[in-house]
């Protein structure tokens, strides 16, 4: 086992210790859901998924908003469904960003191989 | 006939029993947000995110199981909805995985593409640097190979100009207005006779060599006699010698065409004609050679 733990292993792992015992309580899993959701959206936003799935972000940064005033209601199943649907859609916001990136590095690799033929073409008809 | 009566009778048997049944299920066993997860996820397994996404898809999958487990236990139509709705989720975030390990594998082979296009490039530079090269080498071994011939011609004629120069000095021959004049004296001649003496016709095999040598030049051979005698029978015995001139070049080889020959008689003296010495040069022959390629003036 790596001894670096991020926030979400150290949330997962909550989770999971605490959903052993959920019969005993429902706060502690709501709660932990909550700030599981809460890693993922700052994950996507440092992802760039703020300038490259901006609805996406919205969305789960909203869908996290409004379960963490769950939490202080103390409606904790709808907090935790909440923080679930939060978590999927900051992944997807997460997913999206790391997904344009890598096209448009591709996209601008394929660009530079055009132009790199385009010139090796005209010096060879030059050439010639 | 018993058939079609069964089947016209078990119709609407079969009809009210299926119309009953649904009436049962009041509760709708799909939403509209299910609908889409479930054809969101067709549309993954029809493409290749499973294969690039395993564990996105396989979130997914349980997600939409989950949500149809719903839908057929009649649960909560807004559970329902949630749960398809999380669904679409995964099934997206897979696809967007899927996407960027896809753009990755693109970029890996674009990368490579790209260095063997630059390998072209060079290659492509390094043979137009050596044809390059090789064209300037070729244009200047063929300068020089020009120049040497250049080189050689001028040699050539200047051995030639001054083979000519020794030949013609050779045969005493004068600078004239109208070019070169080689004159036979009457000695090479036997005496009122049109007969070549052997050491007249040893000089006009000098003058025959010359022409052979120099196959662009022609002659004028012009005869001349002393006042002695008739004008008549001097001018047809000038133009007798000028013509043995021309048939002795002739025997050596020289066309006809490169002869020309005239008769002065005794016109155009020389001397005075009062002394035995002066009438002897009075009669003679005229050769005159032209210059390359040109015509030879008339005599004035």
């Known amino acids: ?128 | 006939m018993n058939k079609t009566f069964t089947q016209k009778a078990v119709t609407p048997l079969v009809l009210s029993m299926v119309l009953a049944l649904s009436a049962c299920s009041s509760t709708p066993v799909t939403t509209s947000t299910l609908d889409q997860a479930r054809s969101d996820y067709t549309a993954a397994q029809n493409s290749s995110v499973a294969q690039y996404a395993p564990n996105e898809f396989k979130a997914a999958t349980e997600a939409l199981n989950a949500a149809n487990t719903a839908a057929s236990n009649r649960e909560d139509l807004t559970k329902i909805d949630q749960l398809a709705s999380l669904a679409k989720t995964k099934i997206a975030t897979a696809q967007e995985v899927a996407r960027t390990k896809q753009a990755e594998a693109n970029l890996a082979s674009s990368a490579q593409e790209r260095e063997k296009i630059r390998l072209q490039a060079r290659t492509a530079e390094a043979e137009a640097a050596r044809r390059n090269a090789e064209q300037a080498q070729r244009d200047a071994e063929a300068a020089k190979a020009q120049a040497e011939q250049a080189t050689a011609a001028t040699r050539d004629a200047q051995a030639q100009a001054s083979a000519l120069a020794a030949q013609l000095a050779e045969l005493k021959a004068k600078q004239t207005e109208r070019g070169m004049v080689v004159t036979l004296g009457d000695v090479l001649f036997n005496t009122d006779q049109a007969v070549l003496t052997s050491s007249g016709m040893a000089t006009v095999q000098k003058l025959a060599n010359i022409l052979r040598d120099n196959p662009d030049r022609t002659v004028l051979v012009e005869g001349f006699t002393d006042s002695t005698g008739s004008t008549a029978h001097n001018l047809e015995l000038s133009q007798r010698r000028a013509e043995a001139v021309r048939a002795a070049l002739a025997q050596m080889g020289i066309e006809r065409s490169r002869v020309d020959t005239r008769g002065y008689g005794e016109a155009y003296p020389v001397a005075s004609n009062n002394s035995a010495g002066d009438r002897q040069l009075n009669r003679r022959v005229e050769i005159v050679l032209s210059e390359a390629g040109k015509p030879i003036q008339a005599r004035r």
């Open chain 1, 1 to 128: 086992m790596s001894p670096r733990l991020t926030l979400p292993a150290v949330a997962a792992t909550v989770v999971s210790a605490l959903l052993l015992s959920a019969c005993a309580s429902q706060k502690a899993p709501a709660t932990a859901d909550v700030a599981v959701s809460q890693a993922a959206v700052e994950s996507a936003a440092q992802a760039g998924a703020a300038e490259l799935a901006p609805a996406e972000l919205t969305s789960a940064r909203e869908k996290f908003a409004r379960a963490n005033q769950a939490l202080k209601e103390r409606d904790y199943k709808l907090a935790s469904e909440l923080a679930t649907q939060a978590q999927a859609e900051a992944k997807l916001a997460q997913s999206k960003a790391t997904s344009a990136k890598a096209t448009s590095a591709a996209d601008a690799v394929q660009e530079n191989i055009r132009v790199l033929r385009e010139e090796l073409d005209r010096a060879n008809s030059a050439n010639k």
